[in-house]
C-alpha cells in the first residue's frame, strides 16, 4: 500500500504538506531566535501573564516566533516608518558648521598670497617665459 503513493518502505510515508509547514516555520522560528536579540529591541515586552507586546503596535503575541513574524510583518514596518518620520520631522534641524571664508587681501598694489601659491606663479610665469623664448 505505502508504495502506491510513492514512498518507499519503512519510510514512515510521505509527509503531509501541513506537518511540511509546521517543520519550516519551526526552523525558521529558531533560526530568527538564533540572529535576533530581543533584548536590544526597544519594543519588545513581556507582560506579567507570559504573553509577548509589541509596545509600537500595542498587539499581543503568544509566543517569541509570534512575534518577530510580527516585526517582519506590514503593520509592524508601517507603524516604524510612521514613526521614523515623526522623529525625523520633530527632531530640530542641526546647524551647519561655520565655514571661514578665504578673502584675498591687497596691501598696497601687491597682492598678498601664500608662498606656496607664489611658487606656483613663478614657476608658471617662468614655464610661459621659456616656452615664448
Known amino acids: ?6 514512498s518507499k518502505p519503512g519510510s514512515g510515508g510521505a509527509a503531509s504538506a501541513q506537518t511540511e509547514a509546521m517543520d519550516r516555520r519551526e526552523r525558521l522560528r529558531r533560526l530568527a531566535l538564533e ?20 509596545k509600537l503596535c500595542l498587539t499581543l503575541h503568544n509566543n ?4 518577530l513574524a510580527h516585526t517582519q510583518g506590514k503593520r509592524h514596518q508601517t507603524n516604524l516608518a510612521k514613526r521614523a518620520a515623526r522623529e525625523a520631522k520633530d ?6 558648521p561655520h565655514k571661514r571664508k ?10 598678498s598670497i ?11 610665469s617662468f614655464s610661459k617665459f621659456l616656452i615664448e623664448t
Open 64 to 67: 517569541e516566533g509570534n512575534y
Open 1 to 6: 500500500m505505502d508504495r502506491e503513493w510513492g
Open 114 to 124: 601664500s608662498p606656496c601659491s607664489f611658487m606656483q606663479f613663478l614657476f608658471v
Open 35 to 54: 540572529t535576533i536579540d530581543l533584548a536590544k529591541d526597544p519594543y519588545f515586552m513581556r507582560n506579567h501573564l507570559g504573553s509577548y507586546e509589541c
Open 91 to 96: 527632531a530640530p534641524a542641526q546647524p551647519q
Open 102 to 111: 578665504v578673502s584675498v587681501r591687497k596691501t598696497g598694489t601687491y597682492l
